[in-house]
């Protein structure tokens, strides 16, 4: 009932920059978290960061100082500017939204099909 449309992934030189988006769209009340995620290949699912809907922001110790996370409450976006990229920033990114649906107010937890972000040394 919500879905989350990533993109903004590709190929970038180490040291170049990035702006990943999501969109949200469906049976959306509101908004709460948003966050994203990646996925390097043979690893885990780690987070890179997470916003609230007024603004607060987490961040991985990796992406610190190089990575800002910003949303757009009014158009359910959120965005993943990234600099200084490194090869080890290479995996599939995703996005993900927490809130509430229209209609009885049911808790939702949604996720993007991913986007690839490759980064040659």
């Known amino acids: 009932q919500v879905q989350l449309v990533e993109s903004g992934g590709g190929l970038v030189q180490a040291g170049g920059s990035l702006r990943l988006s999501c969109v949200a769209s469906g049976s959306i009340f509101s908004i709460d978290d948003m966050g994203w995620y990646r996925q390097a290949p043979g690893k885990q699912r780690e987070l890179v960061a997470t916003?609230?809907?007024?603004?607060?922001?987490n961040y991985a110790d990796s992406v610190k100082g190089r990575f800002t996370i910003f949303r757009d409450n009014v158009k359910n976006t959120v965005y993943l500017q990234m600099n200084s990229l490194k090869p080890e920033d290479t995996a599939v990114y995703y996005c993900n939204a927490e809130g509430l649906l229209l209609g009885l107010g049911e808790d939702f937890g949604s996720w993007g099909q991913g986007t690839q972000v490759t980064v040659s040394s």
């Open positions: 916003i609230t809907r007024h603004g607060s922001t």
